[in-house]
T-cell receptor, first 114, second 110 residues
Framework: KAGVTQTPRYLIKTRGQQVTLSCSPI?????VSWYQQTPGQGLQFLFE???????NKGNFPGRFSGRQFSNSRSEMNVSTLELGDSALYLC?????????????FGAGSRLTVL | GESVGLHLPTLSVQEGDNSIINCAYS??????FIWYKQESGKGPQFIID?????DKRQGQRVTVLLNKTVKHLSLQIAATQPGDSAVYFC?????????FGTGTRLTVIP
């Protein structure tokens, strides 16, 4: 069973640009969550999508957005990039059914903003 | 709001010794806790979980202890090996998402 796949793995952007990151969840998983990881901050929840709908959202500005497609693949977008957006962006999937679920993470997309 | 924190940011142990990684949480309503391990260049990987109606759960070389009275969670690793070197995160459930602590870096000294 393939794991969670994130692309690209590494990318460099400059301030003001925008970026789109992609995530393919484990087959059969309908929920996709996105996290931002920065040194010393741990993992901060961005948003969660289930059946193409944003089900939950963290405390990030509107520059951070996402969407989910009918095949459960998800993308997140960051517009008007700032230096502080440099981070590892992690995607995780689970079945999305009610009750506690164990998230399976991808390897992440490392974004550097210059 | 919820917050999950760690007592120590770094921990060094001798190979073969036992490791204990601690975590404090603030949301007494959380009913599910998970420990994740993150190695360099990889995403977090599930280690073990525990529900709030339990106080101990054992896996292979790992044990998680939950003390709801003081809202404390710990991960014990027996006979620590070099492959255990990583950053360890505790996480507690929220509404359809997990809240993670900042992590503890475990270094195993050969």
């Amino acid at each position: 069973k393939a794991g969670v796949t994130q692309t690209p793995r590494y990318l460099i952007k400059t301030r003001g640009q925008q970026v789109t990151l992609s995530c393919s969840p484990i087959s059969g998983h309908r929920s996709v969550s996105w996290y931002q990881q920065t040194p010393g901050q741990g993992l901060q929840f961005l948003f969660e999508y289930f059946s193409e709908t944003q089900r939950n959202k963290g405390n990030f500005p509107g520059r951070f957005s996402g969407r989910q497609f009918s095949n459960s693949r998800s993308e997140m977008n960051v517009s008007t990039l700032e230096l502080g957006d440099s981070a590892l962006y992690l995607c995780a999937s689970d079945s999305g059914d009610s009750g506690a679920n164990v998230l399976t993470f991808g390897a992440g997309s490392r974004l550097t903003v210059l | 709001g919820e917050s999950v924190g760690l007592h120590l940011p770094t921990l060094s142990v001798q190979e073969g010794d036992n490791s204990i990684i601690n975590c404090a949480y603030s949301n007494s309503a959380s009913d599910y806790f998970i420990w994740y391990k993150q190695e360099s260049g990889k995403g977090p990987q599930f280690i073990i979980d525990i529900r709030s109606n339990m106080d101990k759960r054992q896996g292979q070389r790992v044990t998680v202890l939950l003390n709801k009275t003081v809202k404390h969670l710990s991960l014990q690793i027996a006979a620590t090996q070099p492959g255990d070197s990583a950053v360890y995160f505790c996480a507690e459930t929220g509404a359809n998402n997990l809240f993670f602590g900042t992590g503890t870096r475990l270094t195993v000294i050969p």
